[in-house]
């Protein structure tokens, strides 16, 4: 059964095993696929953050993160971040986590949610948050350097979130 909580202390690890596995290809995120677990945990446990995993069966398999995108006025718009284990992809934990975001964002009273760095070779999460009612607002040229594919396009996808 999947469960969708809030990561504690104790979550670290499982963490930062996904967040490794993920930033190694270079090929989603723009972080250095050598980042250190330090780095990582800190960027993911960061102050300003909700920071939640997704549980099958006892075992950590997604996490993702949510914030404001901006400071003062522009904290009315939310940002998240999501990694499922590649061995969980495809199974809808990345739909879930991201619904399950979207009401969180609706909860802490955000107006809108801002993905600000989707990489255009990333079929699977741009049909996803399209699926999800995100649109792509803008486009910026050859911002990644695709480990495979060399410089390739930047979207920034955009959705309000309406009230309850
Ligand atoms: C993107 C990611 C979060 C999606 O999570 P997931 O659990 O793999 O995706 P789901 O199983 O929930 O699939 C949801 C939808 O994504 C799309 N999708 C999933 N895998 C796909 C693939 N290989 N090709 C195209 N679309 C795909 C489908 O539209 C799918 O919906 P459907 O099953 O109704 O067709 C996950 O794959 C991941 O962590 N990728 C690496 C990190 C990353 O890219 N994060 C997002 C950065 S913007």
Redesign the pocket.
């Given at each position: 059964m999947l469960v969708i909580r809030a990561a504690t202390q104790g979550d670290r690890d499982a963490i930062w095993n996904i967040f490794r596995e993920?930033v190694a290809t270079a090929d989603?995120?723009a972080f250095d696929p050598n980042i250190s677990r330090d780095e990582a945990l800190a960027y993911w446990f960061r102050s300003d953050t909700h920071t939640y995993v997704a549980e099958n069966n006892g075992r950590v398999i997604?996490t993702y993160i949510l914030r404001a995108n901006q400071c003062g006025p522009g904290s009315h718009v939310a940002n998240a971040?999501?990694?499922?284990a590649r061995n969980?992809?495809?199974?809808?934990?990345?739909?879930?986590?991201?619904e399950h975001c979207l009401n969180e964002a609706r909860h802490f009273g955000f107006r809108a949610m801002q993905?600000n760095?989707?990489?255009s070779t990333?079929?699977?999460?741009i049909?996803?948050?399209q699926?999800l009612g995100f649109e792509i607002v803008g486009t910026l040229p050859g911002a990644f350097r695709h480990p495979q594919k060399g410089y390739v396009d930047v979207h920034v996808m955009f959705r309000s979130v309406p009230e309850d």
């Open positions: 993920i989603t995120y997604g971040a999501f990694m499922v969980a992809q495809g199974q809808g934990i990345g739909r879930a986590m991201a993905f760095f989707v990489v990333n079929a699977a999460a049909r996803l948050w699926q």
